[in-house]
């Protein structure tokens, strides 16, 4: 029972972490799009 909370919560964190990570990548490929316009 222990076990299964512990990767519940670990699941969690990992999604939270490739939002983050999504996000950041996103925001770079925007500024890279504008650059390259400019």
């Known amino acids: 029972i222990k076990d299964d ?3 519940r919560e670990d699941s ?11 996000r950041i990548l996103k925001k770079n490929l925007l500024i890279d799009n ?5």
Do not use: G, H, P, R
């Not at 999604?15 to 983050?20: D, G, L, N, T």
């Open 12 to 22: 969690i964190l990992l999604k939270k972490v490739e939002v983050k990570i999504e």
């Open 5 to 7: 909370k512990i990767t």
């Open 34 to 38: 504008f650059y390259f316009v400019l």
